[in-house]
């Protein structure tokens, strides 16, 4: 956000805490580096003074800082939970109130950094979600209070960029002594999939650009979700979706589908178009096919030449990964025949093999073996597909329930009565 929007002609005030990130900030061109913690009263009210002193005032404030705390709800300590709290959203509150003065003056523009966490929820992300969730009602009660004053206000939702949130939350939970012993999940730091620092994913410049709009734009919007793929849209999107027909359920004052659909009509009318156009690319043939199990596009993409290996933009499944994780068998079966690499390796390390073989696929996992997959490749985690059927379930119950919470949206349906029944069929297949 720094490098965007002092190339485009804001003088930014950058805050941070480390000596080397302040060097490194000042180095730029339009750009004067602020010792902030926003944790610290003492640093932001140093942080007003300085800006102040300046003469410059203040047009824009960003909320960008940000860290995450992973753990079971029923077993997480008050002191973690404080700490999620006291950064993403006592962040912002403290630092917003802080500059409220100088913004109000030049009829400015506040921007917080929220997620699409915002909007969905799943196991272990109970804290972030939670702080995430209260930015959004953050921003909407600001944005009322604010409007009188002509200054507008707004969240970013970004889905999963390249970061070093992870890499920082797995650092204090090994500096605090973190340890599963006792806990009902099992390890949490079992259930981290791919390189801490999120390399497997693109870095966030649509999200620098967001800002760049919010701050730039005669109307900005309220909100901003920028996510890389369609796939991380459409489970948010649907959320969204699923909250409202909650709400709607059984009571005297609920609406019909007819009423509802006036009612996104309407909502619709008043939205603006898009900042820019989409350089998103659709999901890949393959990929859709895979998922929705149809066969006959499945068969035509193959006449066609279509790339049988082709790595989804979020996690790097082959489209063989995708017809094994929502159990699409004719589908594998085909792409097999067809010659796609089964021992293609998505971005937390799995192949169809080790993927089939978690979900209980039994006719994918026998149509690998004899395609030749290798049974000794492991995942990130250090397992093989012997050994996600061979672990105690109860060890492995929480990825289940998460992988259950981010893709049951996009159609995934897991019968645990059935996975319990098949892990020891599988893991005679294996052997």
Do not use: W
């Amino acid at each position: 956000m720094t490098e965007v929007l002092s190339e485009n002609g804001f003088f930014v005030y950058a805050g941070a805490r480390k000596p080397e990130d302040l060097a490194r900030l000042d180095a730029m061109e339009n750009v004067q580096s602020v010792r902030l913690d926003v944790t610290i009263q003492s640093d932001i009210d140093a942080a007003v003074a300085l800006i102040g002193a300046e003469g410059r005032g203040l047009y824009g404030l960003i909320n960008n800082a940000g860290v995450a705390v992973m753990g079971p709800l029923i077993e997480l300590s008050e002191e973690d939970m404080d700490f999620q709290l006291d950064v993403n959203l006592f962040g912002p509150y403290r630092v917003t109130k802080a500059f409220a003065d100088l913004l109000i003056e030049s009829k400015g523009r506040i921007m917080t950094v929220s997620s699409i966490a915002g909007i969905l929820s799943g196991p272990f992300s109970g804290p972030y979600s939670m702080s995430k969730h209260g930015v959004e009602a953050y921003t909407d009660a600001l944005a009322a209070e604010l409007d009188r004053f002509d200054v507008a206000v707004a969240a970013v939702e970004p889905g999963n960029y390249r970061s070093q949130i992870v890499a920082s939350m797995v650092r204090r939970m090994e500096a605090s002594g973190y340890s599963a012993e006792g806990s009902r999940y099992g390890s949490m730091l079992d259930l981290i999939r791919g390189p801490l620092d999120r390399s497997q994913y693109n870095e966030p410049d649509d999200v620098a650009m967001a800002a760049l709009d919010f701050l730039s734009s005669d109307s900005p919007k309220r909100r901003y979700m920028v996510v890389p793929n369609q796939f991380e849209a459409e489970i948010t999107i649907r959320q969204a979706i699923q909250e409202m027909v909650e709400l709607n359920e059984g009571h005297p004052f609920s609406y019909g589908r007819d009423e509802l659909i006036r009612m996104l009509d309407e909502a619709l009318a008043e939205a603006q178009p898009s900042t820019s156009q989409s350089t998103q690319a659709p999901p890949s043939g393959l990929h859709q096919a895979a998922l929705e199990g149809n066969l006959e596009a499945i068969r035509q993409q193959i006449e066609a030449g279509a790339n049988l290996n082709e790595r989804e933009p979020s996690g790097g499944s082959s489209p063989l990964i995708t017809a094994a994780t929502f159990g699409q068998t004719e589908v594998a079966k085909a792409l097999i025949e067809a010659g796609a690499d089964v021992d293609h390796r998505n971005n937390d390390g799995s192949t169809a093999l080790l993927t089939a073989a978690l979900f209980c696929r039994t006719e994918i996992v026998e149509a690998l073996l004899d395609a030749g997959a290798d049974k000794s490749i492991r995942n990130n985690s250090g397992s093989t597909a012997l050994d996600v059927v061979t672990v105690p379930f109860d060890a492995i119950k929480g990825i289940y329930d998460y992988l259950g919470a981010v893709l049951g949206p996009y159609g995934l349906e897991l019968d645990y009565e059935r996975i319990r029944m098949t892990r020891p069929l599988i893991a005679e297949m294996l052997q």
